[in-house]
């Protein structure tokens, strides 16, 4: 897929998307984004550095991304419960190279104490996801858009002024695939997708670090990725 025709395919794509989430947004109860789903908060914002593995351009070869996390905490720090708004973007730079990727994703959701159980808590999420791959090179491109719904559980480890959560997700995703040839739609594929996400992060004063991999996820070149950010929440 040519530059052209993929930014005309994510402007759409990315329309829908943006309507996708705002509903979603909209009328979304708690629902999941704290360590249970990777995403951690000390205070009511997360602003963090985001790095991922990705397909290259749709087929078995890899690349990393690059990007950022923007999230907002609704609610006080001890709360039993919270309400999260989490936005993120990553990259492959389309200038220099013969192929670039575009990942973008938000999710509203919330975390609840488990009762009776100290530090473990659980979260779930919704949200919409688009991502885009090109080859200048070869003409071709993929566009995948996604409506997952998230649900793990994470426990709060103590080590001194430190926090250490792991955390185990399950996500179950309507996703809507398509592929394009000299800037000419080839294949539409939906259908639905399961995939798990398992990780740490660690919380130091207003440093958060989080490492993930997920696997099993459809239109990924492996059978599992890894995910790494690192960031401040205040």
Known sequence: MSRNILNTTVMRSGARAA??????TALAAPA?????LGTP????NLFSFHTAQNTRSGGAATTQTFGAIYGHRFGAAGDASNVNL???FSARPLEGVDSGVLDLAATVGGSQAVPGV???SFAASTGAGLMAWSDDGAKT????MQIPANAGLSYAIKMGSATLSPFAMGTLARYDLRTSLN???LTRERGWD???TSGASLKLREVVLTSSVTSGEHGMPTKSRWAFSAGVSF
């Open 19 to 24: 309507i996708a989430i705002a509903t979603l």
């Open 118 to 120: 100290p530090n473990l």
């Open 41 to 44: 908060f000390i205070g009511k």
């Open 32 to 36: 999941g984004a704290q360590a249970a």
């Open 141 to 144: 491109g993929r566009v995948m």
């Open 194 to 196: 399961t995939y798990y």
């Open 183 to 185: 800037d000419v739609q």
């Open 86 to 88: 989490v936005v993120r």
